[in-house]
Structure formats: structure tokens, C-alpha cells
């Protein structure tokens, strides 16, 4: 018998995701309707509220979120569309313990996704920031995943699939925007936070000395 979706739990989906997405559309991180996230409801069956295409990130509203189950249908009936990219978010579901993955365009991540494309993977060495991402290790080391924007959206969900790692709560599309995730929306929102004050360090750094390699 399919998992039943109560209103209870339906309500605080919507209420999480209405509450992230304007903190982080207020630090601009949603431009032009960009981005989405998603709350996960329920493992097995996997089911998970994601917010709509097309809809303004800054306004709260019951009525942008949709239900869907791992293969990125609806499992009530709808008018709203499906985030094209819904199918990413269930690839992070099915392969990470995460409970809520924020996906965000912004400068930073584009640029370091294009000037770290090559390698396939963005380094990151003992930054202080590393340790929100509850790593605590001296000399601290991450690699986070890069793949190519492809056109089309199931080949992407599937290449963005294969490159995750469970340890390092984030993957980068190039030129597109970053996916991070965390167990629940505190560590999500800390997480993609804590990616994007790095992203925007490294910028710089690259741009001051003119070189990628600055660890």
C-alpha cells in the first residue's frame, strides 16, 4: 500500500521551504526565478515537496510546492509544474542521507564552476569555513564535484547521479549553479552558506593573484 502523505507533514514541507527560500532569495541568491529546493517526506517510498518552476522565490505562498515521488512525478493532482531539474534533487535522496537539498545560481559559483571545470572537481584546503560542513580534520581537504550543463535534463540527473559524494554535501553543474544538501534545512542552509562564502573567497583570490592555484 503506498506511504499515505498527511497534512501535517505536508503543511511543515511548506512551511520550511517558504522559510529558506526567502532567507536565502534576500541575499539574492534566486535571480530571474532561478533555483529550487526540496524537503524530503519519506524514504521508502522516497517522496519529497519541491517548489515550482517559474515562480517568484521571494514571495511565501501554500501554493508553489508540489509533491512528487523518485521519479520526479506528482503524487497529487497538480496545475504546477515540476522543477525541470526535480530529478537532481531525487538522485541526492536516493544517494545521500540528505533531508533537504537548496539548489542556487549565483556569480560565484558559476565562475568557479567554469575556471575548475576542466579538473572536474573544485579543491578546497584548510579554510576555516570547511568545518560547517562538519569536517574537522587538520589540513582539511574537499573536493566538490563538477559536471557539465547538459541540455538534456534526464542525462544531467544521471551524470550528477554519478559524480555525488555522500561526504561532501555538494555538486556543481557548470556555468548553472550548485546543489547542496544537509540531514535537515538547519545544515542545508548552513552548508550551501558556508559553499558560497568559500566560492566567493576563492574568486577573488584567483582574480588577485591570477592563477587557479592558489592552495
Known amino acids: 500500500m ?29 535571480p530571474a526565478t532561478s533555483g529550487n ?10 517522496y519529497f515537496a ?16 508540489i509533491f512528487v ?3 520526479a512525478n506528482p503524487i497529487e493532482k497538480t496545475k ?12 541526492v535522496y536516493q544517494r ?8 542556487i545560481h549565483t556569480v560565484n559559483n558559476n565562475f568557479i564552476s567554469e575556471i575548475y571545470f576542466e579538473d572536474g572537481f573544485v579543491p578546497i584546503k584548510n579554510l576555516e569555513m570547511i568545518k560547517a560542513l562538519d569536517i574537522w580534520k587538520e589540513n582539511a581537504y574537499i573536493e566538490i564535484p563538477i559536471i557539465e550543463n547538459f541540455f538534456d535534463l534526464n542525462k ?3 551524470e550528477a547521479g554519478k559524480a555525488l559524494n555522500p561526504e561532501v554535501p555538494a555538486i556543481l553543474i557548470r556555468n ?7 540531514r535537515n534545512e538547519f545544515e542545508a542552509k548552513r552548508h550551501i552558506e558556508a559553499f558560497e562564502f568559500m566560492f566567493e573567497y576563492m574568486k577573488d583570490l584567483i582574480l588577485f593573484k591570477g592563477s587557479k592555484n592558489i592552495f
Open 96 to 103: 545521500t542521507d540528505a533531508g533537504m537539498v537548496i539548489h
Open 50 to 65: 519541491i517548489t515550482s518552476s517559474g515562480k517568484d522565490k521571494g514571495t511565501v505562498t501554500h501554493e508553489d510546492v
Open 37 to 46: 529546493l526540496s524537503y524530503k517526506l519519506h524514504d521508502n517510498p522516497l
Open 2 to 30: 503506498p506511504y499515505r502523505l498527511y497534512q501535517e507533514e505536508k503543511q511543515k514541507a511548506v512551511n520550511v521551504l517558504n522559510d529558506i527560500k526567502v532567507k536565502l532569495y534576500n541575499k539574492g541568491w534566486f
Open 69 to 71: 515521488d523518485k521519479d
Open 176 to 182: 548553472h549553479g550548485i546543489y547542496a544538501w544537509g
Open 156 to 158: 544531467l540527473a544521471e
Open 80 to 91: 504546477l509544474k515540476p522543477s525541470a531539474e526535480t530529478k537532481i534533487h531525487s538522485q
